[in-house]
C-alpha cells in the first residue's frame, strides 16, 4: 500500500468526472462514456504507482478466482454489452447470450459461498481460461489480484473445508478499484441512476437484452475522456 496516496480524493475526483458525464445531455450513452472514463482513470492511476509488479501471477490462462459472484454497476455492464456487440458475429453473439442466460439461471440465488462451491466459471472465461472481456472487464474484476496462482486455486478448492489458505495480495490495487466503483456508484446516485448493484451475469443479460442506443463518434468520445478530473 502506497503510504502518501489519498484515496478519499481520488474518490472524489471519479465521482466529480463520472457525475460530469452522466449530467450531460443524453444519459443512456453517458452510462457507458462514465464507466469507461472511471476504468481510464483508475488504470493510469494503478500505472503511476505500480510498485513489485512482478509480484503479481495474475495473467491470461489463470482463472482461479473467476468462479466468484462479481458486483456490477449498470454503466459497466452497458459497456461489457457493447463490446460484445462490436467484438462478435451476430451468430456468436447469440451463443453467448444463450450461455449467459443458463448462467443467470444456476447462479441468481445463490450467495457468495454458494456460488464458490458450484464452481461455475465465468460466462466470459473462454476455453484457454482467459478474459474474453479483459479490455472492459469490471472494476472489482480489475482490484483482484495475487501473488500466487496456487494459492488462489487451494482458496477455491479447500473453500468448503473450512481449510482455505490466506491468498496475498497487492493491496493497493483492490483498495483502488473498490473506490473506483464506490465514486461511480456514489456519481450514479447524485444524477438519479440505478445505484444498486447487479451480479455480473445477471446485469449484462438485461444490457444485451436492452436495444443499444446511439453512439458518439469516436473524437467527441475521446475529447470527453480527455476532459476527466485526476
Not at 445531455?25 to 462514456?33: C, Q, T, V, Y
Request: charged share 25%.
Amino acid at each position: 500500500m502506497s503510504p502518501d496516496f489519498d484515496f478519499s480524493a481520488f474518490t472524489a475526483a471519479v465521482e466529480k468526472t463520472a457525475g460530469r458525464l452522466l449530467g450531460e445531455g443524453r444519459p443512456e450513452e453517458n452510462l457507458a462514456l462514465a464507466a469507461r472514463a472511471v476504468q481510464e482513470m483508475a488504470e493510469t492511476v494503478l500505472a503511476q504507482n505500480r510498485r513489485n509488479e512482478g509480484h503479481i501471477a495474475c495473467g491470461p490462462g489463470c482463472g482461479h478466482c473467476c468462479v466468484v459472484n462479481v458486483a456490477v454497476l449498470q454503466p459497466e455492464a452497458m459497456v461489457i454489452a457493447d463490446y460484445l456487440r462490436r467484438k462478435l458475429s451476430i451468430q456468436k453473439l447469440e451463443r453467448l447470450k444463450e450461455k449467459i442466460e443458463g448462467i443467470h439461471r444456476r447462479v441468481r440465488w445463490l450467495d457468495d459461498d454458494e456460488r464458490l462451491l458450484l464452481r461455475q466459471p465465468c460466462a466470459f472465461l473462454d476455453g484457454q481460461k482467459s478474459c474474453s472481456i479483459h479490455p472492459v472487464r469490471p472494476l472489482l474484476c480489475r482490484g483482484m489480484n495475487s501473488t500466487d496462482p496456487v494459492t488462489c486455486r487451494d482458496a477455491v478448492t479447500l473453500h468448503a473445508l473450512d481449510e482455505a489458505p490466506p491468498v496475498l495480495v497487492n493491496l493497493f490495487q483492490k483498495t483502488l478499484f473498490d473506490q473506483a466503483f464506490l465514486g461511480l456508484a456514489r456519481a450514479l446516485k447524485r444524477t438519479g441512476g440505478m445505484v444498486r448493484s447487479q451480479k455480473l451475469t445477471e446485469a449484462v443479460h438485461a444490457a444485451l437484452e436492452t436495444p443499444p442506443t446511439g453512439h458518439r463518434n469516436d473524437r467527441c468520445d475521446k475529447m470527453k475522456l480527455e476532459e476527466r478530473v485526476l
